[in-house]
């Protein structure tokens, strides 16, 4: 056991790599390590790195970067970098010959060695590369130390098996393993012991939960079950695959009581041409069959969406089709992203590839046309009362509050004490296109 050390944690990415963080924090808890509240202040400091696009890269060399006039006056400070980015062969490359004040590389498969190598490093003052190219067995289970006190993140499964051809996660992250539904159901209500409300199930794609395990179960199977935990007052689920949403999914959904009605499923495309060519395994003509399925189910929901625009060979065409799509969805919101390309994966090795300027000129104009739909989708929720789970002070007012509606949108509204971890009735009187503004009316 470390005295008086103190650790701070930089995430980038996912929520797969904020909930990895929690559990970087719960092992070195166990160590003994205290949390900083700044990074100036850690005896030890380790950044959780992604790779899913080249910004995201760049943004973690900066910071390394920046850490060495903290090594400087601190030699006995201890860097570490893990995440997806360590999973590959060049930037740990960069980091073993440029950095040489980063003293911890590891792996996202051996993230569970980190006590070990970080006591290593205490006692010997060594550098340490440990990096295992290949996942070992199951995914273990590690303690974790959560941001919040009634909301929590559960892990069902990890890895990919889809390899869209634009994307490094298979390579990064490996093959798909589930967790034993007796364990996760075990770990939820542990959780709900402990005063959790709400849960989201991770998992790179969570509708193929339990296909790797030998049982007559699947994901919608899972959600049932969790369904029936009592205490138990939301279950939220990501990232959804549409080839994989299929019609037992969205009936289970739609019978449950707990199982909030938001579905973020990434198109990536309207063309059909760059589907096929991205290995998405699905039509605009299977999405918008699905979107027609889950509007019948429901009356009150959201739909979300991840769109890459400039992916490899896409036409002016093409972009059209997606604009098409995105206006007969009418999406809730869209996470928009430039095409970004990743060595090894099969479209970086495309000769077609699209210009800045047209990506560029793309994204912005998909923004566009994103921002109109999702303003006018929350206007029609001006007048209407929601269920909200109020998380905490907002972000840039403390007389306010905010909190998320089932359906995942963020609303505001003015401070009360006591109401953080509730679930209470906001009545919407101004909607903007990311947030709605209201009024508590029950708590
Ligand atoms: N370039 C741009 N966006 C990507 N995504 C994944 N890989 C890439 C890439 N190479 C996007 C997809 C995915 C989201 C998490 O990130 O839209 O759904
Ligand atoms: Fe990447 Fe496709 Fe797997 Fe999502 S489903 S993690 S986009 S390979």
């Not at 051996?110 to 440990?130: A, F, G, T, Y």
């Not at 589907?275 to 699905?290: F, K, Q, V």
């Given at each position: 056991m470390v005295e008086n050390k103190k650790y701070y944690i930089k995430t980038y990415g996912c929520q797969m790599n904020e909930h990895d963080s929690e559990k970087i924090a719960g092992m070195l808890e166990e160590k003994g390590y205290n949390p900083a509240d700044e990074l100036e202040k850690a005896d030890l400091i380790f950044l959780n790195t992604c790779t899913v696009r080249e910004n995201a890269e760049l943004k973690v060399f900066g910071k390394v970067g920046s850490l060495k006039r903290l090594k400087r006056a601190n030699p006995d400070l201890i860097i570490g970098i893990g995440g997806c980015m360590m999973q590959v062969e060049e930037p740990v490359q960069k980091?073993?010959?440029?950095?040489?004040?980063?003293?911890?590389?590891?792996?996202?498969?051996?993230?569970?060695?980190?006590?070990?190598?970080?006591?290593?490093?205490?006692?010997?003052?060594?550098?340490?590369?440990?990096?295992?190219?290949?996942?070992?067995?199951?995914?273990?289970?590690?303690?974790?130390?959560?941001?919040?006190?009634?909301?929590?993140?559960?892990?069902?499964?990890?890895?990919?098996?889809?390899?869209?051809?634009?994307?490094?996660?298979?390579?990064?992250?490996?093959?798909?393993?589930?967790?034993?539904?007796?364990?996760?159901?075990?770990?939820?209500?542990?959780?709900?012991?402990?005063?959790?409300?709400?849960?989201?199930?991770?998992?790179?794609?969570?509708?193929?939960?339990?296909?790797?395990?030998?049982?007559?179960?699947?994901?919608?199977?899972?959600?049932?079950?969790?369904?029936?935990?009592?205490?138990?007052?939301?279950?939220?689920?990501?990232?959804?695959?549409?080839?994989?949403?299929?019609?037992?999914?969205?009936?289970?959904?739609?019978?449950?009581?707990?199982?909030?009605?938001?579905?973020?499923?990434?198109?990536?495309?309207?063309?059909?041409?760059?589907?096929?060519?991205?290995?998405?395994?699905?039509?605009?003509?299977?999405?918008?069959?699905?979107?027609?399925?889950?509007?019948?189910?429901?009356?009150?929901?959201?739909?979300?969406?991840?769109?890459?625009?400039?992916?490899?060979?896409?036409?002016?065409?093409?972009?059209?089709?997606?604009?098409?799509?995105?206006?007969?969805?009418?999406?809730?919101?869209?996470?928009?992203?430039?095409?970004?390309?990743?060595?090894?994966?099969?479209?970086?090795?495309?000769?077609?590839?699209?210009s800045e300027e047209v990506k560029d000129r793309r994204l912005q104009k998909l923004m566009k046309v994103q921002n109109k739909i999702s303003l006018r989708q929350n206007k029609k929720l001006e007048g209407k009362n929601l269920e909200v789970l109020v998380e905490g002070e907002s972000k840039n007012n403390p007389a306010t509050f905010m909190g998320r509606s089932r359906t995942n949108k963020l609303v505001i509204f003015p401070r009360q004490e006591g109401l953080i971890g509730k679930v209470v009735k906001v009545k919407i009187d101004n909607a903007q296109s990311w947030t709605l503004y209201g009024d508590v009316i029950e708590t």
């Open positions: 980091i073993k010959e440029k950095f040489p004040h980063v003293d911890l590389v590891i792996g996202t498969h051996n993230l569970h060695k980190l006590p070990e190598l970080v006591s290593e490093i205490e006692e010997s003052d060594q550098r340490i590369i440990s990096v295992w190219d290949q996942e070992k067995g199951i995914i273990p289970d590690l303690p974790s130390v959560r941001k919040s006190d009634f909301q929590a993140w559960v892990t069902i499964m990890q890895g990919c098996d889809n390899y869209c051809s634009y994307c490094i996660v298979p390579y990064v992250r490996g093959h798909e393993r589930s967790r034993l539904k007796e364990n996760i159901i075990n770990e939820v209500e542990n959780l709900i012991e402990d005063g959790v409300i709400e849960i989201t199930l991770l998992g790179q794609n969570v509708n193929s939960y339990a296909q790797d395990l030998e049982a007559d179960y699947d994901f919608a199977d899972l959600l049932a079950e969790l369904d029936e935990i009592e205490g138990l007052k939301r279950i939220r689920y990501m990232t959804s695959h549409p080839r994989d949403f299929n019609e037992k999914t969205i009936k289970t959904i739609a019978d449950s009581n707990k199982v909030c009605e938001h579905f973020h499923l990434p198109i990536q495309s309207g063309s059909n041409d760059v589907l096929y060519e991205m290995n998405r395994g699905y039509t605009r003509e299977d999405y918008l069959a699905m979107i027609d399925n889950i509007k019948e189910h429901f009356d009150h929901y959201s739909i979300t969406t991840d769109i890459i625009v400039g992916f490899p060979g896409e036409t002016d065409e093409n972009f059209q089709d997606t604009l098409d799509i995105v206006k007969e969805v009418e999406f809730d919101m869209a996470f928009t992203f430039k095409y970004s390309k990743r060595t090894g994966t099969p479209a970086a090795k495309k000769d077609n590839q699209i």
